[in-house]
């Protein structure tokens, strides 16, 4: 078992259980009840033994539920009463593989949207592996996939199934109004229940929309709070860029507003360039958009572990549920928007959320991210999508619905400005020469000869960029297998769209690119292009462990 591989995820505890065939392995990162959470976790008689990553928020009000059970330790990882069906009571992110050594019958889960990473593998020798990265599995498996989120994996089936069953999942178009206040109460409650923390933590802020309302909220609602008792009152945000960039100017503004404690951490092109092979090697894709920003994201958990942070807010998600891409201004209608939303959501744990845990855990960091609460997508995915649709002559902008929400003349949550802000990927945010650097540097790497043999030299996915051709070279060093290239997304993409929705306008089929600026006649600094006709114009930002098991049986890797 390569245990090794992931002791970057969780540097406060290793843990191994072995029973019979199976063992359970554990690299903690101990976010809540560090003293006495070690994994793996049991119950009373210790016959039950779980590995988690992640975090369940409703742990409190669930043990009310089990009176009659004596918990072990004050962590949010032990629950085994209710058989396979309690997996839909947890209100969290999670990845997990609970044994119940009595039978040796074994479930492994993933959360609702894939906000923690796993994967899952098969040995010739009939071994099930399961980890929280391929780096775990990907040397010992004849087999092996990404796990897919919502699901739930039975031993005793030896199969997966979907346990995550929301009524957004069939793209059925909702028809419910726009309450303005339910969606405000909806978001608060979720960035409130992720205040659970018995360590220093702060919010990853961009200055754009949802990391600005990310921050704002917590700042309201720290006071009071264990953490606040714990830390203090004052809340820590943290931003990345190159020097002048406009995030770093625009997160500088949203935190003197808000009076944060604010850290800027600057890098070049130079630092972003050097740290590549790392990056690829940490998020394991060689998905263009991914790369681009996962890199500064990557640089910045480094210097914010540094500080003692062990927890990080962030905005990851806003998007896909709200329609905040920049392409959806092209939207045909109602429909086929809320369809984008809903295949955008579906695809998250291949792109924001496997940035977001990777980045992150790749320096024993946690990021949490409350626009994926469960709660919260039910609300806003149920909302008329004609409500969510950009109108930018009636001023209807990207993420309409949601700046309205929190658009209070008496107690601002932020400045008009940060408010109505245009949407900027985090990638072309931390500064526009980022992404051109990139492009320069793998001109520099991949020759025409080379572009041109690309369909023999990898016919799957074939890189029709020589920016992708770069990292595909480097990914394929690190995970040679054809089903490491598997895990991968391919297809078409402008602007992070799907490749469904390119058929929403015939020019962009000429113009494929993952940044936000190949929205042209969109995003306000678009690449210089002559193209025909103006489109809609609109004033908006992205923003911004464990592990092991295996048995001959399993192994499992937190």
Same mark, same amino acid.
């Given at each position: 078992? %390569?245990?090794?591989?992931?002791?970057?995820?969780?540097?406060?505890?290793?843990?191994?259980?072995?029973?019979?065939?199976?063992?359970?392995?554990? #690299?903690?990162?101990?976010?809540?009840?560090?003293?006495?959470?070690? #994994?793996?976790?049991?119950?009373?008689?210790?016959?039950?033994?779980?590995?988690?990553?992640?975090?369940?928020? %409703?742990?409190?009000?669930?043990?009310?539920?089990?009176?009659?059970?004596? $918990?072990?330790?004050?962590?949010?990882?032990?629950?085994?009463?209710?058989?396979?069906?309690?997996?839909?009571?947890?209100?969290?992110? $999670?990845?997990?593989?609970?044994?119940? +050594?009595?039978?040796?019958?074994?479930?492994?889960?993933?959360? !609702?949207?894939?906000?923690?990473?796993?994967?899952?593998?098969?040995?010739?020798?009939?071994?099930?592996w399961i980890s929280s990265e391929l780096k775990g599995l990907n040397d010992d498996c004849e087999h092996f996939e990404t796990f897919p989120p919502g699901h739930l994996y039975s031993s005793k089936e030896g199969a997966l199934r979907r346990w995550y069953n929301p009524t957004w999942f069939s793209e059925a178009i909702p028809s419910t109004p726009y309450d303005p206040l339910v969606l405000r109460r909806a978001f608060e409650n979720s960035v409130i229940k992720r205040l659970m923390t018995d360590v220093p933590f702060g919010v990853l802020l961009s200055g754009g929309l949802d990391s600005s309302l990310v921050a704002s909220i917590t700042a309201r609602h720290l006071a009071g709070t264990k953490a606040a008792k714990l830390w203090g009152t004052q809340l820590h945000s943290f931003c990345v860029g190159l020097k002048g960039s406009p995030d770093l100017k625009a997160a500088k503004e949203v935190a003197d507003y808000l009076g944060t404690v604010h850290h800027e951490f600057y890098f070049t092109v130079q630092d972003g360039i050097d740290a590549i092979e790392d990056v690829i090697y940490h998020i394991e894709t060689y998905d263009v958009t991914t790369i681009r920003a996962s890199t500064p994201m990557f640089l910045m958990s480094r210097k914010i572990k540094s500080l003692g942070v062990k927890m990080v807010m962030s905005g990851e998600g806003s998007d896909e549920v709200f329609g905040g891409y920049l392409y959806f201004h092209k939207a045909p209608n109602k429909e086929e928007f809320h369809r984008e939303t809903c295949r955008k959501i579906k695809a998250l744990h291949q792109y924001d959320c496997l940035r977001a845990n990777k980045a992150t855990s790749a320096w024993g960091l946690e990021a949490r991210v409350? $626009?994926?609460?469960?709660?919260?997508?039910?609300?806003?995915? *149920?909302?008329?999508?004609?409500?969510?649709?950009?109108?930018?002559?009636?001023?209807?902008?990207?993420?309409?619905?949601?700046?309205? =929400?929190?658009?209070?003349?008496?107690?601002?949550?932020?400045?008009?400005?940060?408010?109505?802000?245009?949407?900027? #990927?985090?990638?072309?945010? @931390?500064?526009? *020469?980022?992404?051109?650097?990139?492009? !320069?540097?793998?001109?520099?790497?991949?020759?025409?000869?080379?572009?041109?043999? =690309?369909?023999?030299?990898?016919?799957?996915? +074939?890189?029709? +960029?020589?920016?992708?051709?770069?990292?595909?070279?480097?990914?394929?060093?690190?995970?040679?297998?054809?089903?490491?290239?598997?895990?991968?997304?391919?297809?078409?993409?402008?602007?992070?769209?799907?490749?469904?929705?390119?058929?929403?306008?015939?020019?962009? *089929?000429?113009?494929?690119?993952? *940044?936000?600026?190949?929205?042209?006649?969109?995003? /306000?600094?678009?690449?210089?292009?002559?193209?025909?006709?103006?489109?809609? /114009?609109?004033?908006?930002?992205?923003? @911004?462990?464990?592990?092991?098991?295996?048995?001959?049986g399993v192994t499992i890797r937190s």
């Open positions: 078992m %390569n245990v090794v591989r992931l002791k970057h995820r969780g540097p406060d505890w290793s843990g191994l259980y072995h029973h019979g065939d199976f063992y359970l392995a554990h #690299q903690r990162l101990a976010i809540v009840d560090p003293a006495s959470g070690d #994994q793996p976790l049991f119950n009373e008689d210790k016959k039950i033994v779980v590995t988690v990553n992640g975090e369940i928020y %409703n742990h409190e009000q669930l043990r009310r539920h089990l009176p009659n059970h004596k $918990f072990r330790t004050g962590s949010d990882c032990e629950y085994e009463e209710y058989g396979e069906e309690f997996v839909d009571m947890l209100d969290g992110m $999670f990845s997990f593989v609970l044994l119940d +050594t009595r039978n040796n019958h074994f479930i492994a889960a993933r959360d !609702a949207v894939g906000i923690t990473s796993l994967y899952i593998g098969w040995g010739l020798d009939g071994s099930v409350p $626009f994926l609460d469960k709660e919260f997508i039910n609300v806003a995915m *149920s909302i008329d999508p004609e409500w969510k649709l950009i109108k930018p002559e009636e001023g209807r902008i990207e993420k309409w619905v949601l700046r309205k =929400a929190f658009d209070d003349e008496e107690n601002p949550y932020l400045p008009k400005h940060i408010l109505y802000r245009q949407k900027e #990927q985090f990638s072309d945010g @931390v500064g526009y *020469s980022w992404i051109d650097g990139l492009k !320069a540097h793998a001109e520099q790497h991949v020759t025409d000869e080379m572009m041109l043999n =690309a369909t023999h030299i990898f016919p799957h996915n +074939t890189p029709t +960029t020589k920016e992708a051709y770069y990292y595909r070279m480097i990914f394929e060093r690190f995970f040679p297998q054809n089903p490491a290239r598997m895990t991968v997304p391919g297809g078409a993409s402008v602007a992070c769209s799907t490749a469904k929705a390119i058929e929403w306008d015939a020019s962009w *089929s000429n113009n494929l690119d993952p *940044s936000g600026r190949a929205a042209l006649w969109v995003h /306000l600094s678009a690449y210089d292009q002559k193209l025909p006709s103006a489109g809609n /114009l609109g004033p908006n930002i992205i923003d @911004v462990v464990p592990r092991i098991v295996s048995v001959p």
